[in-house]
């Protein structure tokens, strides 16, 4: 079972890869220790608190946001979806966005370019191949 804080490390690693930065917004309070919600690169994560709840305090962000068509919102409600069409923000379903997770952070990334490289080989390599290839001194 996927907890609240091994989803926000899933989905900022996913915001790592892709360079992006997002917000997480749970209903509640949340629990009453929430450092392992501390440090999780790209992702800041709120509790709607009490009074309120998670769907009101996105869609006070999607009506306060100075650059709405920048913004993605990721939800299955049709009441965010709606908020974020009539600010021309993007919306997205829920399943769709995790699918899309789920293939950055299953993808093969390149390996890493050996540092010769770029360096060039030292002196007693360059003196060992040349040996091996008959032109050494």
């Not at 919600?37 to 996105?58: Q, R």
């Not at 913004?71 to 299955?76: M, R």
């Not at 379903?93 to 370019?113: H, I």
């Not at 010769?116 to 390599?125: A, D, F, S, T, V």
């Amino acid at each position: 079972m996927i907890t609240d804080v091994s989803l926000c490390g899933i989905l900022g690693r996913y915001f790592m890869l892709t360079g992006e930065k997002g917000e997480m917004i749970f209903d509640g309070t949340g629990p009453p220790d929430k450092t392992g919600f501390d440090n999780i690169s790209n992702l800041e994560v709120f509790f709607a608190g009490i009074g309120t709840d998670a769907d009101t305090v996105i869609e006070d962000k999607i009506s306060a946001n100075t650059a709405p068509k920048r913004l993605t919102i990721v939800s299955s409600d049709r009441r965010l979806r709606t908020a974020a069409h009539k600010r021309k923000a993007i919306s997205m379903k829920s399943d769709v966005f995790w699918n899309d997770v789920q293939k950055q952070l299953n993808r093969k990334r390149p390996a890493k370019e050996p540092t010769e490289k770029r360096q060039g080989l030292n002196q007693g390599e360059t003196e060992q191949w040349l040996e091996f290839f008959g032109f050494g001194q």
